[in-house]
């Protein structure tokens, strides 16, 4: 039997077409409760201050940093919905004196813009390897600066990316969470063909390695409303994105949310799915139920409440 239709977009899956006591029972999480979902391969963390929470986030770039030898070469994924981490990073480098070239350390950019069926150039106003860059490792000096060669962002030629995880492991993947509860641009599918009735099994989908995608309608509204100051026609609709194969390489997945991505519900309901392990690819994040070591780490003023409050 066919599961509802989504209330947002029809034609696609996504969170609405979930069970409703699910969405009910995520509604009624506390701060208390979310902590308590923290089981076995699961934490959840909170910071009171959002200098602790980027400061945190920026130090598992160095902690993953300092175990890479030339012998055993150790990078990370990072995501750029959060950017703030990004100039920590780049100035705890420099004071540290981390010779980043020397440990032969790596970097693997988590998704990019796709226009005319090619990844955006750096010179693009919205392109996530320029932000990274900018933002990053062009504020690295230069004799400590990560080799360019180790420097990894998806393309629509997917095959040197993708070969770049093998033989150097990833410590920790971060990301941030979309409106559609997705990691990178792992979006929910178009409720087409195969998936008409029902969205891909977690097992089906998590054998999509990196790739080019659709972006389902609330991504783009997300990336409008942060991004472009809603100008949606702005964005585009398609992107590269790595895929849950390389997610599952990585030793950690590290989800960060200070509540500027996601809302109340969204960030309660992962927390729930996952701390529960239930999968469904509606909600690509709950697929994360299923990998060894995760960890959700938000910023406490930023959970807000799901009660009903007019405006």
């Avoid at 990844?119 to 000096?141: N, Q, T, W, Y």
């Avoid at 992107?239 to 599952?248: R, Y």
Wanted: proline share 6%; glycine share 8%.
């Amino acid at each position: 039997m066919a599961r509802k239709l989504s209330l947002l977009a029809p034609e696609w899956w996504d969170y609405t077409t979930l069970d409703e006591q699910i969405l009910r029972d995520a509604a009624r999480l506390s701060i208390t409760d979310m902590e308590q979902m923290t089981r076995k391969g699961f934490r959840v963390v909170f910071y009171d201050t959002l200098e602790e929470f980027y400061m945190a986030e920026a130090l598992e770039y160095i902690t993953a940093w300092m175990q890479s030898t030339p012998d055993n070469p150790v990078g990370i994924c990072g995501p750029i919905g959060p950017t703030e981490q990004l100039p920590l990073v780049a100035r705890l480098v420099n004071e540290l004196g981390l010779d980043l070239k020397k440990k032969d350390a790596h970097f693997w950019g988590m998704d990019e813009w796709v226009l005319d069926n090619k990844e955006v150039g750096p010179d693009h106003p919205l392109s996530f390897r320029k932000a990274d860059m900018e933002l990053c490792f062009d504020r690295i000096d230069n004799k400590l600066r990560i080799r360019e060669k180790n420097l990894h962002f998806p393309a629509a030629n997917t095959k040197p990316y993708i070969q770049s995880w093998n033989g150097v492991r990833c410590a920790v993947m971060q990301g941030g969470q979309g409106e559609t509860k997705h990691w990178a641009f792992n979006d929910p599918v178009r409720r087409e063909g195969a998936y008409k009735d029902n969205p891909p099994t977690p097992a089906e989908y998590r054998k999509l390695t990196t790739r080019m995608v659709d972006l389902h309608p609330i991504t783009l509204m997300q990336n409008a409303r942060t991004s472009g100051g809603g100008m949606v026609t702005g964005v585009p609709t398609k992107a590269m994105t790595v895929g849950p194969v390389e997610t599952w390489k990585a030793d950690k997945v590290s989800i960060w949310q200070a509540g500027c991505h996601d809302n109340a519900l969204g960030m309660r309901l992962t927390t729930l799915m996952i701390g529960k392990k239930i999968a469904d690819s509606a909600v690509p994040m709950s697929l994360l139920a299923e990998h060894p070591n995760v960890q959700f780490n938000f910023y406490r003023r930023g959970i807000g409440s799901c009660a009903v409050e007019m405006h």
